[in-house]
Structure formats: C-alpha cells, structure tokens
C-alpha cells in the first residue's frame, strides 16, 4: 500500500521515498526529476516557466521568448507583453506606441498593421503617406 503513502513522480512514475521532493504544476516530482526539459538544470527552487515540459528561464528565452517589434530585444518571460497575431511588443510607452505620434499604447485601443500601431485611422493615413 505504499502508493497511497508516498507521492509519484510524475517525471520517472516512481514512487517518492526521499523526504525532501517539489511539488509543481499539481505533481510531485524527484528533486532531480524536476528539471529543465532543455539544460536538465534542477528546477526545485528555480524560477521556470511550463510550456508542456518545464523550463529554466535561460533555455525558456532561448527558445520560445519573442522579440519585441519595436526595440528588436528579446521579451522576458516575466516582463509583461502585448500581443498582436504574429507581433509582440513589451507593455511599456518605450515600446508599445503609435508608430505615427509616438503616443503611448499601453492599456488603450489600438489599429495593429503588420508590425506597427496607430493611436487612429488618422495616424495610419499620415503613417503610410510618409
Ligand atoms: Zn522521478
Ligand atoms: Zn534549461
Ligand atoms: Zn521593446
Ligand atoms: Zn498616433
């Protein structure tokens, strides 16, 4: 009966018999088994993001993080985004404006056209006549 005592690992589906194991996403895992899909650097304790697999965060920017549209960096996985179909842009007046007026962005409507928004129909005309 020891399964009803003991947590699972959801990485190896072995019971756990150490006293010390971390608990994520609603699992319990070996220490050792709950690491980075990528790197298989030890995630207890570690800050990570799961996409279907857990990740560092290092591995996690390399492989899934976008870059912003405007300032051309890569968008940590903690910093706060806007996204547009295919476009993400950091959530900051620096990046997310209007590509016409430079007038902020952030929190309001938007007209996305390709890469760039506009504050307005008008800033788009005046955008594309340039
Ligand atoms: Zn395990
Ligand atoms: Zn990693
Ligand atoms: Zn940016
Ligand atoms: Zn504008």
Redesign the pocket.
Known sequence: YADFFRPRCDACDELIFSKSYTQAEGSNWHLKHFC?F??D?KLGGEQYVVRENP??L??YEILFAKKCGTCGKVIAADDKRLCYKENFWHATDECFHCSNCSVSLVGKEFLPKGSNAYCSAKCYKEHRGQ
Do not use: S
Request: charged letters at 25%; a neutral charge; proline letters at 0%.
């Open positions: 980075c990528e790197c650097k990740y560092c290092a591995c």
